[in-house]
């Protein structure tokens, strides 16, 4: 298994990647538009569904969906092709497990959610306010944490993976803070109004 890590890592395209910054940060820049589109509409559907955004209706919400998986389509592509560059070290580092596992299990909550509440004949505003849909956002939003902290940190020493951890915890939590302050002050979120719960 290992030789054949090593001939990838090794292959010309392997070594394109290592030489040209030019094609390194175009694969970046496209795996990051991809990342971009899956995690932040799905973030979105979460806070609301979470009563973070109750201004932004549940039901168009479901018209951005299918960017989710454009987004995923060209993470896999991307992902495939940075992988290449040193697969010997990826595929011996727990974190790099870790990131793929909590994107798998984030697409499953997100896939599931998705099901129980745009389920057919079922009403979004009221599918959301269950405990069992709200449990299942929680999930996907840690595993997307996880995994986005997993795919920053993979190679690095555990030492510095855990201080990553940290500053990312403390971003996202200035972030949310951030985004409700502003979100109050014009009017996005609040109380939901009749003509958003009817998806109006």
Not at 27 to 48: E, K, Q, Y
Not at 153 to 175: D, E, G, M, R
């Amino acid at each position: 298994m290992m030789d054949f890590l090593l001939a990838v890592e090794n292959s010309g395209f392997s070594m394109f990647l290592k030489q040209s910054s030019t094609g390194y940060v175009a694969i970046l820049a496209f795996h990051t538009v991809g990342l971009a589109f899956l995690v932040g509409v799905s973030v979105i559907f979460a806070l609301r569904i979470l009563g973070v955004t109750p201004g932004i209706p549940l039901k168009p919400l479901q018209g951005f969906f299918p960017l989710m998986w454009v987004g995923l389509s060209i993470n896999l592509l991307t992902g495939s092709l940075m992988l290449t560059e040193y697969p010997s070290d990826y595929f011996v580092d727990f974190s790099f497990y870790m990131k793929l596992s909590c994107v798998i299990l984030a697409l499953v909550m997100l896939r599931k959610t998705q099901a129980l509440v745009y389920g057919e004949g079922v009403d979004p505003d009221t599918a959301a306010e269950s405990g069992e849909v709200q449990l299942r956002v929680r999930i996907m939003l840690c595993a997307w944490v996880i995994a986005i902290w997993g795919g920053r940190v993979t190679a690095y020493s555990i030492p510095t993976k855990y201080q990553t951890l940290a500053a990312l915890l403390i971003f996202l939590t200035i972030a949310l803070f951030i985004i409700r302050f502003i979100g109050r002050k014009i009017g996005l979120i609040g109380a939901p109004t009749q003509a958003h719960r009817s998806g109006s």
